[in-house]
């Protein structure tokens, strides 16, 4: 329980279908930021209580830091754009809590998510499938969730309208029936992203110089960090025309950009591979694919490759490609599952 009207209208669902619930909130992150805020805490106990349920906090700040904090200022300093929530919900929330949720006897993890699990009676396989909101669907980032996971974990507001959630939370008098919800980075509410990664390490990132296409020094960046695929805004290249952000090199600490045609890639590569709707793809499947999470899915035929590897091909060039976002196919309403972004080509 985050202390939002989702989670709360969850374990409202829950029990009145007669489960015994527990409210759980976890504390990830200490350091003056909104996520895990002693309001948070309180609105989630809050809940709790006028559900007439039990609520604890538990402390995962030590895990959250490894695999999440650390892992998002890694993969920055490497060149690419991470998503931390994705890798929240791989090693924290569907992991380490869900192993927690078995530990203290409960069958089921219960979370606020905009998603729908279902069991495929002819294959035995859970599949994970899109939110009845098209606007607040999150499968995108729980494309990483595993057969054993999807069995012990419940989305009861799958089928529900984000307005309808509000209007359950009002009937039980929640006080958090209208609370607004936050699209930032949980531990980067300003969205600084740089300015976080500098203060985390103690180190500022080095400048470099700005390249166009034909190798020519187009003026300097500041720190690489700074910038991502496609970015026009603040890039500080010099030219008659718009130059986008086409490429970062951390071996040679250089940018170098492009016009904006130069951003259309139609192929990508993916990496870390998991599948739901299969075991396997045996042969080239015609997927629709997101490359981002606001993204709209676009045609596509992706191939496996390797155990955990996958080549995916668009009918049209795709804008800006970026080295560190998922890719989730997408068979209708159902996941047929994702992996990280590499490369394009």
């Known amino acids: 329980m985050s202390g939002g009207v989702d989670s709360s209208v969850a374990a409202a669902l829950m029990l009145r279908q007669g489960y015994e619930c527990i409210g759980v909130t976890l504390k990830l992150f200490s350091g003056g930021s909104r996520c895990c805020s002693l309001e948070d805490v309180n609105d989630a106990r809050a809940a709790a209580e006028r559900l007439g349920m039990p609520h604890y906090v538990f402390n995962f700040t030590g895990l959250f830091k490894t695999e999440v904090i650390d892992r998002f200022v890694k993969t920055y300093q490497e060149g690419a754009t991470p998503n931390p929530c994705i890798d929240c919900n791989r090693s924290v929330k569907f992991n380490a809590l869900l192993l927690r949720t078995r530990q203290i006897d409960f069958d089921y993890l219960v979370t606020g998510h905009y998603a ?69 980075i949980c531990f980067v509410p300003d ?124 009918d049209e060039a795709q804008r800006a490609i970026t080295p560190g976002q998922a890719a989730v196919l997408y068979d209708g309403d159902i996941v047929v599952g994702g992996g990280t972004i590499t490369a394009p080509v």
């Open 116 to 184: 729908q699990i279902e069991k495929d009676e002819a294959s035995g396989r859970y599949l994970l499938k899109k939110s009845a909101d098209q606007k607040k669907d999150q499968s995108y980032v729980l494309y990483c969730l595993t057969q054993e996971q999807l069995a012990r974990t419940c989305f009861p507001l799958g089928p529900f309208t984000k307005s309808r959630v509000r209007e359950i939370a009002a009937g039980l008098e929640l006080g958090n029936a209208r609370k607004q919800e936050s699209q930032d």
């Open 191 to 314: 969205r600084d992203y740089a300015a976080f990664i500098e203060r985390y390490t103690g180190r500022n990132a080095a400048e470099g110089d700005i390249l166009d296409l034909d190798g020519n020094i187009r003026g300097r960046h500041r720190g690489l960090i700074r910038y991502t695929i496609g970015q026009r805004r603040g890039v500080g290249a010099v030219c008659s025309r718009p130059l986008y952000v086409k490429a970062k090199s951390v071996t040679g600490n250089t940018l170098t950009v492009g016009p904006e045609e130069s951003l259309y890639s139609k192929t990508l590569f993916v990496v870390d591979l998991n599948l739901i709707a299969c075991a396997s793809l045996e042969k080239p499947l015609r997927v629709k694919v997101k490359t981002r999470y606001l993204q709209h899915e676009q045609w596509a035929v992706a191939e496996q490759t390797g155990p955990d590897t996958l080549r995916v091909d668009f």
